[in-house]
Structure formats: structure tokens, C-alpha cells
């Protein structure tokens, strides 16, 4: 939890906020995050009088009886608000109504509103103030809302209700999260939201989102992924008042985003720029498990975290940890001795709740005080030494040293809510004892109204410029007020003489528009704004930390007499992924204007903050880089440019910052993030050898490509045959491997793509050859491929080549002969010849085709569909696996045939190749007629021929 209600004040003398002349202006706080800085501790007697918010019936969360309790809590506006798993509340007359989940008390008064007027269907974890002093945004686990007039309203994990009528807000309406709420702060009309959700407002964003204050709608620039998170993961989060900075805290695993990727439990973003959101280098370590992480708050000047742990002995520690932008270790830390689950930090202590009651002393001078309530029994109290403090405790900025401060609760577990607030600080609980006063699970110690600002500041004094005064464009504004403690900004709206007022992007339109500037250390303010030419009319107002404003708005009309007030429209290209170590990035950027370009500045520092001197070496001086004019040119209406950062820039993350100025003076300003990181991309290789066998005595084409992302260092060619010996530059075969001279035919070693081709000469004896290549980058990735190629003595040719004088027969047979050959061969394929003529395979059917031994085993076979196309009177399958056939061994080859099928060849005269001798005809019949293709061992001289046939690969 990061309290909310305590931040302005603390701020308002810290700087003022120039607002630059694209009129992009830093969001102030709302009346309710006002914070007066307390000057004391707060009081160890809670405040009475409230309505008393239960902490029964108990349920029952793994396996363990568990009271209800506040998980959120703030003072908004005039009321004190309550949410969490409550179900009670029992009013001053002891009388006990059912309120569930959310309840609000005026703080004057005391009196309960809106009682059983705004119901929700679930748990709200998370409250924030809305846009007026009545209006609350509510964040948890409901999906459902009902107000005053009855309407049950779905509203998924977050809404608007309205405290004055007790309404719920009809123009805030969201899609919702896939998870619960958690944590909530709003800033001018930007919301931040988070907790364990994935999707928000049917936008893909994890963790935390930023909506639309007034609508809901997401702003989808802020997405910064989470990966290893925890079960409610989302324990901080909050804004510093001007708007520029976000806080997280929690047990988010990791958050990714700007090139960087920041462990749990800390983490903070840059959110100035609502289009281009920026996740800063800050993070934090040195902690005990994250899992144990309890609650984490925000210093009120946004200097420094705190943080909790508990659940294990060994974790019972509060920290407090520099905001730094920067790798950073806590600042110091303090052990408890038992569990700490809340934590709050205003200007004077750091205040933690939980189950501890007797934590180390030290290391200044401690009050060991007094066991309260009769808490005397928590781990840690048999330890020598310690101090007591009974479930709270105060513990000093500084060093955490325990300060004097015990009011002691009678909490079962510890207090999970603490938020300082104006009036005080109020702390939720699952007890209902605090200081031994009965005053329910939410105590709140109360310095009284006293301690509030009533004083709004005095009527705003221009300064700057002269009333009635021609002024040149940019024109500056300049103004002081007065306050009983502090000014923290003003508001500012500028007419011009035809009623349009100035908007925050230089133009003039019909919507009324307020500048919001945050005050100087002095309390004045003074800003710079470019603008059309016009008479305008300047209305000012001071606003202090309480959200009092002057009684009256102070006008001062000026003529504005610049030419014009447009500033250039720039664009900035950066890579968009990583950059590899070793070469130059690819920065542009242009800039084009209604009158002309006048100036272009670019400059690019590394996530430590040093820039890129023209030396290219990095120093803390900022200064611009040189760049080139690549079209248009300066003094003119448009010019590009580039700049080059040579190829030396070390792994790491850089930022472009880059301004455009137009001769009138207006700037633009832009800037885009880009890494350079190590290569792991090995080259691609591509290797093309023939498809089908070469012949021996001619030469095999062989080409390939190898390409990079950076660049080819290495390409190595070799060629292997089937038997392991490798050939050698002088077309010899070795053992020994033996790199390859290849022509280059595109690009080139040291480029990013190289094409080649290897000339193996036409004297390669016949066999299966394997070429194999490797390419290596300049970053020493490597890659490597081979592939197959087959040089024979001849082209495949079939067994027999031809027909003549036959005559042709049909049958249910299996026909065929036996055969014999002279040399090794290998079949790649088996068929059925076209006895007919006609082009087409006739059989009503798929028919078989088989190859066996004389006795009888089966060597290979294939299904020839009556679909097969037709080649050189042959329909033929390749076999999946070819077969290789050895002289002095019998085959048998046979064709299933169909007697309405395509009729075989019988008795006639035929040619084999010189390899194969034809021995006896076979048939399957008769006596038998096979429907299905059989070993044919029927043989007959006279009966069945050659309508089966193969096809050599090799000879």
C-alpha cells in the first residue's frame, strides 16, 4: 500500500514545472491527496465516536478461521472511506447493520452515508479520489454495483460511485479486469490500476493499466508486461503530485519494457509523456524472499520506499530504499522479530502494523516501553534485548530505530491497511481493540480538524507580462500568490480575442482548457507557452495543498505578437529491435514546419545518463551529436537527417533525444529507445545439388548461398562419398577432410550474404556423394548443411524396352517370369505395360505388382491405381525403398490382371537390356483364378510374358 492522501504539500516548495512551448503540462493532484505534514506523531488514542466496522462472522481460507477486515482506507474529500471482506457495521446506538464490502463516515459528523445505498456483490481492495471531494473510484473482486436508485450496475472490478448522492457514475464504465483490483491513484484524468489481472478494458496489458479518468478508456502506450509474478502481486502503487512519476511495489516477478527488464519488488515509470510511458532504470535488491513481501508505501516527497516482509522468521523486516533511477540497495533496514503486513510513511516516521510485539532496538537511543493490551507473547520475546511495541509500531526515518509511540492492538493476525492522511492515520485491522478502546477493525488516529487548512491562498499578482503589453512568441507568464502554509500550483487559462481558448498542443479551440502549473519554491509561477498571434486575456487562480483556491480569478489581457505559433512536426526513427554489437544503428528523423526549420539538435546518452560525445566515447556533459542533412535543408520548410554512430556502441540500452526549433523559436521535442546486444543469430544456408543421378563423365551442378544479419566471416565446402573418404583439391579421396575452393557468384566473405557454386570436375566415379558446407559470422555463430547427389554410369532405363508380335490375353491372374542378372542392380520402380495401346491403364480397379526370390519371399511390391499416367507404355510406382538385385540369384516378377482389365502381353517377341536374361513364364493359373496378386510358381513356357516390368536406377 502507498498512501495517497499525503503528497502535495510535502512537494509544494520542492521546484517549479516550466511548462515547454508544446503546452504539454504536468498534472497536479486532487483536493483529496492534499497533505499537511504532520508535526508530531500521531496520537496513540484512536479517535471514537464512529461507527464500528466488524470483523465477524469469520470464514474459513485454507483451512484456517480468518476475521474480516479493511484491506483499503482513506480520507477523501470530508469522509473517511472503508473497504475489504467486511459484512457489519454497528452504529452508535449499538444497533448492527449488514454493509458489505465498502462503507464511508463523514469526519465531521461522524455519521455513516450512503448506508445500504451503495452495495457491491464482492470485495473492494482499493479506493482513490475521483474527480470532485465527493466522488470515489473503487477497485477489488466485484463485478457488481448498485446505488440510490436501486439499479444494480455491472461494473467489473472497477467503478465510480458518488458519496453525496450515492450514485454510481454512468459515464465511467469499463470492460473491466480479468483479475482483481488492488491498488489505484489518479492524477489529473489519468487513473492508474493495478493488480493480479492480465487484460483490462479488453486490452492485452498486464499488472498495471492507465485508463481514462473520465470514460475508462485504456491507454494503451502504458503496457509493460510482467512474467514470474506472484499471487497478488500488485501491494504499491502511487503517483508524485506533479504527475511525471509512477511508484510500483509488489511481487511482480519481473517488469519488461524501454529495452529493460527490472526484477520485483520495485520499479518506476516515467509516465510525463502519456504517448510514450518509460520504464526507468531503478531497481531495487538486497532483500529477504519477495515471496514474503507483505506491503510497500511511498515516502511523501517521493524519495524512498518502504517496505514489509513477514510470514517467515527469517523475513520479519521493514526497509527503506532510495527511489533512485538506478540500481539501488536499501538505504537501511530494521528487524521486528514477527510478521509486518501494512506500512505508511509520512514526513516524520515510517508507521508498520502487523504481528510483532517485541522488535530490536536501536540503532539510536530506544524506549523499550511496556507490553500494551497484554500482547507479551510473539516470536522474538524471549530474545534478549527488543523494545515493545504491541502490533504498531513508529520507526524512524533515519536509521528505524523504534520511536515512542505504542498504542497496541488486539489484532488476531496484524493490521493489513495503513494510510496517513491530513487528519491523521487510520489503520484497518482484524481486531477491534486498539489503545483498549473498542472502536471496530478500522482505528483512526486523529490529530483533529484543527490541523486542517481552512485558508484558501490570496488573489493571484501577475508579474509578467505588462498589462496590455505586445509580447513575442513564445510568451512568458508569470505570476505569486500567498498562503498561510503553501502555494502548490495554479491554474491558467489564456482567451484569445475570438473567444477560443489555448489548448495544452499550442492550438486555439471552443473547449474551455486550464493550465495547471506547479509553484516555485517561493510560491510564484512562471511558464513559457507559444501561441497564435492574437489579443488574449490570462485568468489565474492559486490553488494550496488542502485544494483551497483564491476567492477570486485575476485577469490580464496581452497581445501576442509573434508571426506564428506552430511548432514543427517531427518524426524520429530508431531500431525498433535489438542492434547487434559491432554495427552501426539506424537513426533518421525530419522535421518540417509552416515557415522553416531553424534548428535541429539530436543527442544520445546510455541508460547510465552519459552521452555520446562527437568522439564517439560517452561523457556526463550532454551535448549534441553531429548529423547529416540526407533531403530538404535547413533555413527551409522541411529537411531529414541522419546521424552515425559509427559500429563501436558496448551492449546496452540507448535513448535519441531530438528537438526541432523553427525560426520563430517554437520546438518539438521527441525521443525513442533502441539496444545493442550480442549476436546469436547463426547465418542461413541454402545447398543445391542435382535432384536426379548425374552420369558419371559429366559434371554435377553444385550452388549454395550463405546470409547474415550482420555479416559471413566463414564458408567451407566438402564433398564425402559413401564410404567416408573426403575429395582433395587435386581430385584426389582421403581420409582426411579437405575444404574445397569455390567461385564466388554474389556478395562476398564480410558481407551479409555470399552466393557460390563448387566445380567437382566431370572424373567422379560412380556413388552416392555428400556435400557438406558450414558458415560461420563475425560473431563466431555457426551454421552447417548437407545434401545427397548420385552419379551412375547411365541414365535409369527399364528392364524390357520393347514389344513386337504379341498377342494379348485377360484373366483373373497373377503373370509374370523369372528372371536372372548379370551385375548389380538396383529397382526403383515396378509396373504394368500398356498392351493395348490406348493410353490408359483399363483395369476396374487398383492392381498390384510384386517382386520376390524364386522361393518365394516377397523382395517388394506396389498398388498401380487405373489412375496412373501412362509413360512410354508404361504406368509405373516408385518403390518407397529401391531394391538392389545380385547376379546368381532367381527372381520372380508378377502382375495381378483383371479378365475385363487391361490385357498382358503373351507370346510374343521382346527386348531386355543386356543385363537381365528372361528364364520361364509364371502364372498364377491355372488351375486356380486369383482375385488378389499371389506368388505366380505355375510355370509355362508357352503361357504368360512380360506385361510386369522394373526400372534400374543404376546399372
Not at 548443411?785 to 497373377?814: C, E, H, K, M
Request: glycine share 10%.
Amino acid at each position: 500500500m502507498i498512501g495517497r492522501s499525503m503528497n502535495a504539500r510535502w512537494f509544494a516548495a520542492a521546484a517549479a514545472v516550466v511548462v515547454a512551448s508544446t503546452g504539454v503540462v504536468a498534472l497536479g493532484p486532487s483536493a483529496a491527496e492534499a497533505y499537511t505534514p504532520h508535526a508530531t506523531l500521531v496520537p496513540e488514542v484512536p479517535a471514537i465516536g464512529f461507527p464500528k466496522i466488524l470483523n465477524t462472522p469469520t470464514y474459513v481460507s485454507n483451512n484456517a478461521t480468518v476475521r474480516r477486515q479493511v484491506r483499503a482506507t482513506d480520507q477523501i474529500g470530508r469522509y473517511i472511506v472503508a473497504g475489504g471482506e467486511f459484512y457489519n457495521i454497528e452504529l452508535q446506538n449499538g444497533t448492527v447493520i449488514e454493509q458489505r464490502y465498502f462503507t464511508a463516515f463523514d469526519i465531521d459528523t461522524k455519521q455513516i452515508v450512503c448506508a445500504g445505498q451503495l452495495t457491491f456483490d464482492n470485495d473492494v481492495l482499493a479506493v482513490a479520489p475521483g474527480p470532485t471531494d465527493t466522488t470515489v473510484y473503487v477497485g477489488g473482486r466485484f463485478n457488481k454495483i448498485t446505488g440510490a436508485d436501486g439499479v444494480e450496475r455491472t461494473r467489473i472490478k472497477v467503478g465510480l460511485v458518488d458519496l453525496a448522492n450515492c450514485s454510481v457514475d454512468t459515464t465511467f464504465v469499463s470492460i473491466g479486469a480479468n483479475g482483481k483490483v488492488t491498488e489505484m491513484v489518479r492524477r489529473g484524468n489519468r487513473l492508474f490500476v493495478a493488480g493480479d489481472f492480465s487484460a483490462f478494458g479488453g486490452v492485452t496489458v498486464e499488472t498495471v493499466a492507465e485508463l481514462n479518468a473520465t470514460n475508462a478508456v485504456v491507454n494503451t502506450a502504458f503496457n509493460f508486461p510482467t512474467a514470474n509474478e506472484a499471487t497478488d502481486r500488485a501491494r504499491a502503487l502511487d503517483a508524485n503530485p506533479d504527475g511525471t512519476r509512477l511508484y510500483l511495489g509488489g511481487r511482480f516477478g519481473t517488469m519488461t519494457g524501454s529495452g529493460r527488464s527490472i526484477p520485483a519488488p520495485t520499479a518506476v515509470f516515467d509516465i510525463s509523456d502519456a504517448a510514450a510511458p518509460v520504464l526507468t532504470a531503478h531497481e531495487s535488491s538486497g532483500y529477504v524472499p519477495i515471496i514474503d513481501l507483505q506491503d510497500v508505501a511511498l515516502a511523501p516527497d517521493g524519495s524512498a520506499f518502504g517496505l514489509v516482509f513477514g510470514t517467515a522468521t527469517t523475513s520479519d523486516y521493514a526497509y527503506y530504499t532510495p527511489t533512485t533511477e538506478a540500481s539501488v540497495t536499501y538505504q537501511w533496514r530494521h528487524y521486528m522479530r514477527d510478521s509486518i503486513f501494512s506500512v505508511a510513511i509520512t514526513n516524520n516516521a515510517m508507521y508498520v502494523g502487523g504481528h510483532f510485539c517485541k522488535p530490536d532496538a536501536g540503532p539510536g537511543p530506544s524506549d523499550v516501553m511496556a507490553p500494551k493490551m497484554g500482547f507479551d507473547q510473539c516470536t522474538g520475546t524471549n530474545t534478549a534485548g527488543g523494545v515493545w511495541r504491541s502490533h504498531l509500531a513508529a520507526l524512524s526515518l533515519v536509521d528505524g530505530t523504534p520511536l515512542t509511540w505504542n498504542p497496541g492492538q488486539d489484532s488476531f493476525v496484524g493490521a493489513r491497511r495503513i494510510v496517513a492522511t491530513t487528519r491523521g492515520l487510520l489503520v484497518g485491522y482484524d481486531g477491534e481493540r486498539t489503545n483498549d478502546i473498542r472502536v471496530g477493525s478500522l482505528a483512526f488516529f486523529d490529530f483533529g480538524a484543527g490541523v486542517e487548512d481552512v485558508t484558501p491562498p490570496s488573489d493571484v499578482t501577475f508579474t509578467a507580462p505588462a498589462v496590455g503589453s505586445p509580447v513575442g512568441n513564445p510568451a512568458t507568464i508569470s505570476g505569486t500568490a500567498t498562503d498561510n502554509l503553501a502555494v502548490v500550483r495554479y491554474e491558467l487559462s489564456l482567451q484569445a480575442s475570438d473567444g477560443r481558448y489555448l489548448q495544452n498542443d499550442g492550438s486555439l479551440a471552443t473547449t474551455f482548457n486550464n493550465f495547471s502549473i506547479n509553484a516555485a519554491p517561493d510560491g510564484s509561477f512562471s511558464t513559457t507557452l507559444s501561441m497564435p498571434a492574437s489579443t488574449y486575456t490570462a485568468r489565474a487562480r492559486a490553488v494550496d495543498g488542502a485544494g483551497l483556491k483564491s476567492v477570486n480569478q485575476t485577469s490580464l489581457s496581452f497581445t501576442q505578437t509573434g508571426l506564428e505559433g506552430i511548432a514543427p512536426t517531427v518524426t524520429l526513427s530508431a531500431p525498433t529491435g535489438a542492434v547487434i554489437v559491432g554495427t552501426t544503428p539506424s537513426i533518421t528523423g525530419s522535421a518540417s514546419d509552416n515557415v522553416a526549420v531553424g534548428m535541429i539538435d539530436v543527442r544520445v546518452r546510455n541508460s547510465a545518463g552519459d552521452y555520446l560525445q562527437p568522439d564517439r566515447t560517452f561523457a556526463p556533459v550532454p551535448v549534441a551529436y553531429p548529423f547529416t542533412v540526407t533531403a530538404g535543408a535547413l533555413g527551409t520548410a522541411s529537411v531529414s537527417w541522419a546521424i552515425n554512430t559509427g559500429n563501436a556502441l558496448p551492449i546496452g540500452t540507448y535513448t535519441v533525444d531530438y528537438a526541432a526549433t523553427d525560426t520563430s523559436g517554437n520546438s518539438t521535442v521527441a525521443s525513442a529507445n533502441f539496444t545493442v546486444a550480442t549476436d546469436t543469430t547463426a547465418p542461413t544456408l541454402t545447398l543445391a545439388v542435382p535432384a536426379t543421378p548425374v552420369v558419371v563423365g559429366t559434371t554435377p551442378a553444385i550452388t549454395g548461398t550463405a546470409s547474415d544479419n550482420v555479416a559471413v566471416a566463414g564458408l567451407t565446402v566438402r564433398v564425402r562419398t559413401s564410404g567416408g573418404n573426403y575429395l582433395q583439391p587435386n581430385g584426389t579421396f582421403a581420409a582426411t577432410p579437405a575444404d574445397l575452393a569455390y567461385a564466388t557468384t554474389s556478395g562476398g566473405l564480410g558481407a551479409a550474404s555470399l552466393g557460390w557454386s563448387l566445380n567437382v570436375g566431370s572424373a567422379l566415379p560412380v556413388d552416392t556423394y555428400t556435400v557438406e558446407v558450414a558458415a560461420n559470422d563475425v560473431n563466431a555463430n555457426s551454421s552447417t548443411t548437407a545434401a545427397n547427389f548420385v552419379v551412375q554410369v547411365a541414365l535409369p532405363r527399364p528392364a524390357i524396352t520393347s514389344f513386337t508380335g504379341f498377342s494379348t490375353r485377360t484373366g483373373n491372374y497373377t503373370v509374370g517370369y523369372r528372371f536372372t542378372v548379370s551385375q548389380p542392380i538396383t529397382v526403383g520402380s515396378l509396373g504394368i505395360f500398356d498392351a493395348n495401346g490406348n493410353n490408359a491403364l483399363d483395369n476396374p480397379s487398383t492392381a498390384s505388382v510384386g517382386l520376390w526370390r524364386s522361393n518365394g519371399t516377397m523382395l517388394a511390391s506396389v498398388s498401380v491405381p487405373n489412375t496412373t499416367p501412362v509413360a512410354n507404355r508404361w504406368f509405373s510406382v516408385d518403390l518407397a525403398t529401391p531394391i538392389t538385385l545380385t547376379p546368381g540369384t532367381t527372381y520372380v516378377i508378377g502382375q495381378q490382371t483383371f479378365s475385363n482389365g487391361e490385357p498382358y502381353a503373351r507370346r510374343g517377341t521382346y527386348t531386355t537390356d543386356p543385363v537381365v536374361t528372361i528364364g520361364r513364364h509364371v502364372n498364377g493359373s491355372p488351375p486356380r483364378r486369383e482375385t488378389t496378386m499371389v506368388f505366380p510358381d505355375n510355370r509355362d513356357d508357352n503361357f504368360g510374358l512380360g506385361a510386369p516390368n522394373f526400372t534400374f536406377l543404376t546399372i
